[in-house]
């Protein structure tokens, strides 16, 4: 497979161990994705990887889930919250609320790398890359986005060319990607996405290593990172077939 992307300064990515979605610990009341736990992983020096949803209103705010039941008391959809609304919300067994993204950025302050993934509808709507972007676009700190959806990387790309952008990937052969057209299947199946979205660096399931296509990829000079890595003997073989570990439940 050949190396599409140019060579870029991505350095920061394989750095340092990437905390999943912050250095988070439900037993000590630090949910993930929060301010908590954020603050954790910059004590650690922890890069911090993130996830990006969008709200009725435009706003990108830091969360994971589409639905708000598993992580707050709220019921329905994050879609149609506004971000005030949003704001209002505690994570469970936490005292966070929910953040935007631009208050995301005034906590770190380039202290750690960001590894922002942007979640996706699958449905081409390309409303949270535009507002990510645009929020990201004085912010000095090292970040990059990524996402499972080639076309919300294809977007990027167009619309920020010089953001570094990634690639969430796995082999696509479990029973969620059902629910995808047949091409789109096919196409995550076989990363023919690449010559769109070109992308800097692939994030991968790290189960699912040693994969013939990545590790071209990775040979070609492409840097690789792996998810979701929960214990030492996991990292350890994550480490082998990847340049860096996303991690949680352990001290990486």
Request: negative net charge; glycine residues 6%; proline residues 5%.
């Amino acid at each position: 497979m050949d190396r599409l992307a140019p060579a870029r300064a991505v350095g920061f990515l394989t750095a340092q161990p990437i905390a999943h979605r912050g250095l988070h610990d439900w037993r000590k009341g630090v949910a993930e994705n929060t301010a908590s736990a954020f603050a954790a992983a910059i004590a650690g020096s922890y890069a911090i990887e993130c996830d990006l949803q969008l709200t009725s209103d435009g706003e990108a705010v830091v969360f994971h889930d589409e639905q708000l039941e598993r992580l707050t008391e709220g019921t329905g959809l994050v879609k149609d919250l506004t971000a005030a609304g949003m704001k209002q919300l505690t994570i469970r067994h936490s005292t966070d609320r929910v953040q935007t993204l631009a208050e995301l950025l005034a906590q770190v302050k380039g202290q750690v790398p960001l590894i922002i993934e942007l979640k996706s509808h699958w449905d081409g709507d390309e409303r949270l890359a535009v507002r990510a972007l645009k929020v990201l676009k004085d912010y000095r700190g090292p970040y990059c986005v990524m996402s499972f959806d080639p076309d919300v990387i294809a977007a990027v790309r167009r619309l920020s060319p010089a953001t570094i952008r990634g690639i969430v990937a796995e082999r696509a052969s479990d029973s969620y990607y059902s629910m995808l057209p047949l091409a789109k299947q096919m196409e995550l199946r076989t990363l023919s996405h690449l010559s769109r979205t070109v992308p800097d660096f692939v994030s991968f399931y790290f189960e699912e290593l040693p994969w013939a296509p990545i590790t071209a990829l990775r040979a070609d000079g492409m840097p690789v990172i792996s998810w979701t890595i929960r214990t030492p003997a996991e990292a350890a073989m994550a480490r082998r077939q990847s340049d860096q570990i996303t991690f949680e439940g352990f001290t990486a």
